[in-house]
């Protein structure tokens, strides 16, 4: 009978404004949208449909290296050997570290482990490849060729061959796409589906990005139409869309695009998309047209600050794809198993600096700027308990311990989440002053918000990689409530967990 109620009360919304999918996104909204997790935490569907086909595909070289350089030298921007790589290799390598499976967890929610966190772990974006079509050795540089990358296969498959993209495609330029699979989270996060998905495909350009600049491919957000990508990627009543494109640079573009002729025919399982997701979500069709609203205000250009020799000397000397693979969310299925981690007063300042240098390797996102970060910190080691800024510097230290780490526990929004305070050093909470930013970008406010905190939630993670921490990026929670009582200025759009495990679970290495 709940679910029936929700239903009727959930299809009298069917168009929304701004202001409204602003609203929806917090707990205090949640009920009027149709959710199948919140309504049936134990049975809420599978992820999507599960069929195979057969299909030809370019399998891409396994065999690629697991080191790279010091995560102190990618920072600093120093020339890495990855460079030296072949084009099909470079190419090999980012998918497999952006995509792929790199383990397998028996006992952690999600089992599947991939290089960057997402929405219930469900992994909710696809990849496509983009190059210039050539026919009898004539370049057509306004049609061209379509890959998709399938990441349990390391393969791509060609998708469309000769088609109108509708731009031309100069020579030695090949796009590459990061489109949201709303439907792949859908039964579980319904109507929700969006603001997680979006969140990934932030966190997706920015890991691209990163594994670009490793193996020394140039490339921009510059040269891309999202609305002309959107015609050529996604059929007009698919539940989908092209959130973010990177235009890459590449030298012999004959010669280094040659082996994606290289094709075997082989039988794929895949996910596709569910019948009838529109009739059973009312209000999705139009949170998806507000986060498809395009964007043409121009960027003003912001400094890159680059981190001191001494801050780098200071930094753990990890290869960089180690930090990359070794991400943990932490999320165990039998209980937790972290503990509290002796540290000393700079930590903070040393961890919040690496995210000043990650964001000196790759393009800032629009909006980014209008992002604002708070920490509280709860380790009784190190700096001391309170509520500092982004920089490190001390807002806030309460008068009792106890009520500030009360406010941190109350805010779960079911009994069907996990979250053991006393493990965690510390939150961070990324906000953003929606009045504002909706004046500087209107309608597509909320997308480009939910991307930036993305990349920085991303940023956020592999800083926690850096220093053998795991960070879990969240949503969901009740955030009314610690925006009222922690002082938070804007809307919480998402908030990532810090903390350190006492021991790791069995693991499969697929990576």
Not at 34 to 61: C, E, T, W
Not at 306 to 323: G, K, N, R, W
Not at 393 to 406: G, M, S
């Amino acid at each position: 009978m709940g679910a029936k109620v929700n239903e009727m009360q959930t299809a009298k919304l069917t168009t929304l404004t701004l202001k409204d999918a602003w609203g929806l996104a917090t707990d205090r909204r949640f009920d009027n949208l149709n959710m199948p997790i919140l309504q049936d935490s134990r049975h809420y569907g599978a992820k999507a449909d599960k069929s195979s086909k057969m299909a030809k595909l370019v399998f891409l070289n396994t065999n690629v290296p697991r080191q790279a350089q010091s995560f102190a030298d990618f920072l600093a921007g120093k020339p890495c050997s990855l460079s030296e790589l072949s084009f099909a290799d470079k190419m090999s390598l980012v998918l497999r570290y952006l995509a792929s499976p790199v383990r397998y967890e028996p006992l952690n929610r999600p089992d599947v482990h991939y290089p960057v966190s997402s929405f219930g772990g469900l992994f909710s974006c696809g990849i496509k490849l983009i190059v210039r079509h050539e026919k009898e050795n004539q370049s057509q540089s306004n049609n061209v060729d379509v890959y998709h990358y399938h990441a349990n296969y390391h393969a791509l498959e060609q998708v469309a061959s000769n088609v109108n993209y509708g731009t031309e495609l100069a020579a030695g330029e090949c796009h590459i796409a990061i489109v949201g699979h709303y439907w792949a989270v859908a039964r579980k996060y319904g109507e929700y589906s969006p603001y997680g998905v979006v969140l990934d495909a932030g966190i997706v350009l920015t890991q691209l990005q990163y594994l670009l600049a490793l193996a020394g491919v140039a490339a921009t957000t510059e040269k891309t139409d999202l609305q002309m990508l959107q015609s050529l990627l996604v059929e007009s009543d698919s539940v989908q869309q092209t959130l973010a494109a990177l235009s890459l640079s590449i030298d012999d573009e004959h010669n280094a695009l040659a082996f994606l002729q290289q094709t075997q025919t082989h039988r794929v399982s895949i996910w596709s998309e569910p019948e009838g997701i529109h009739e059973r979500f009312h209000n999705l069709q139009s949170l998806l047209d507000i986060f498809a609203t395009p964007y043409e205000v121009c960027e003003a250009a912001h400094s890159k600050q680059t981190l001191s020799e001494q801050a780098l000397a200071e930094l753990p000397q990890d290869d960089v794809l180690d930090v990359l693979v070794r991400r943990s969310a932490a999320n165990d299925a039998t209980g937790f198993s972290q503990i509290n981690k002796v540290l000393d007063a700079g930590f903070l300042t040393r961890f919040l600096s690496v995210l000043t240098g990650l964001k000196s390797r790759r393009e800032t996102m629009p909006a980014e700027s209008a992002l604002q970060v708070k920490v509280a910190w709860i380790n009784p080691y190190g700096p001391a308990i309170g509520m500092y800024d982004g920089a490190g510097e001390l807002q806030y230290q309460p008068n009792q311990t106890e009520a500030f780490l009360d406010i941190l526990r109350d805010c779960l929004y079911s009994d069907n989440q996990k979250y053991n305070l006393a493990s965690m050093a510390f939150e961070l909470f990324v906000t953003v002053d929606t009045a504002q930013l909706e004046r500087d970008y209107g309608d597509a406010a909320i997308r480009l918000a939910h991307m930036a905190a993305g990349a920085l939630g991303h940023d956020i993670c592999l800083a926690a990689s850096l220093f053998d921490a795991f960070a879990r990026p969240v949503r969901m929670f009740r955030d009314t409530k610690l925006q009222q009582r922690l002082g938070l200025e804007g809307q919480l759009v998402v908030q990532v967990l810090v903390g350190f495990n006492r021991h790791h679970n069995f693991a499969l290495k697929l990576l």
